[in-house]
T-cell receptor
Framework: DAGVTQSPTHLIKTRGQQVTLRCSPI?????VSWYQQVLGQGPQFIFQ???????GRGNFPDRFSARQFPNYSSELNVNALLLGDSALYLC??????????????FGEGSRLTVL | LAKTTQPISMDSYEGQEVNITCSHN???????ITWYQQFPSQGPRFIIQ???TKVTNEVASLFIPADRKSSTLSLPRVSLSDTAVYYC???????????FGTGTRLTVIP
């Protein structure tokens, strides 16, 4: 079975531009979470979606938005890019909504560089 | 939200057992303790999870004392390929604000 897949793997943007990152969860997993990982730090939670509904949002500005589609895939959008948005963006899938012990399955990430 | 404290870095020789301790003084009754491993430019990978006492799987053991305010990840006989960052997380897996912290950078020396 395929794991969590993310695209693109690498991309370069300039300040002020917009970017869309994509994630396909493991088959049968209905929850997707997005994390931002700046170099040298641990992943920081951005969003969680379950059954197309936002279930949680981290401390990120409104420039960050996301959505989940009927097939449970997800997109993360970042508008008006800043240099500080340069990071590895990670997607994780989970079978249910959570609230229990279990495993988050992460993709390999999308490396965004903002120039 | 239960935050964690773990050493920033550790070094170990190949073949030795490595123990990484994590403090989580304000762990909640329902919280699980989960450890992830991350290699550079890759997503974190689940290692082990526990609630209390001891849990063992094919790659690691997790020791949790009765008060659950700390936990220790034990990696038996590490190899060079175990060089990575290890994160201790406390909470519920689906919690929408799971906190990774900065992790422990383990370097295995030949």
């Amino acid at each position: 079975d395929a794991g969590v897949t993310q695209s693109p793997t690498h991309l370069i943007k300039t300040r002020g531009q917009q970017v869309t990152l994509r994630c396909s969860p493991i088959s049968g997993h209905k929850s997707v979470s997005w994390y931002q990982q700046v170099l040298g730090q641990g992943p920081q939670f951005i969003f969680q979606y379950y059954e197309k509904e936002e279930r949680g949002r981290g401390n990120f500005p409104d420039r960050f938005s996301a959505r989940q589609f009927p097939n449970y895939s997800s997109e993360l959008n970042v508008n008006a890019l800043l240099l500080g948005d340069s990071a590895l963006y990670l997607c994780a899938s989970l079978k249910g909504t959570g609230g229990y012990g279990g495993e988050l399955f992460f993709g390999e990430g999308s490396r965004l560089t903002v120039l | 939200l239960a935050k964690t404290t773990q050493p920033i870095s550790m070094d170990s020789y190949e073949g030795q057992e490595v123990n990484i301790t994590c403090s989580h003084n304000n762990i909640a009754t329902n919280d699980y303790i989960t450890w992830y491993q991350q290699f550079p430019s890759q997503g974190p990978r689940f290692i082990i999870q526990g609630y209390k006492t001891k849990v063992t799987n094919e790659v690691a053991s997790l020791f949790i004392p009765a008060d659950r305010k700390s936990s220790t990840l034990s990696l038996p006989r590490v190899s060079l390929s175990d060089t990575a960052v290890y994160y201790c997380l406390v909470g519920l897996t689906g919690a929408n604000n799971l906190f990774f912290g900065t992790g422990t950078r383990l370097t295995v020396i030949p």
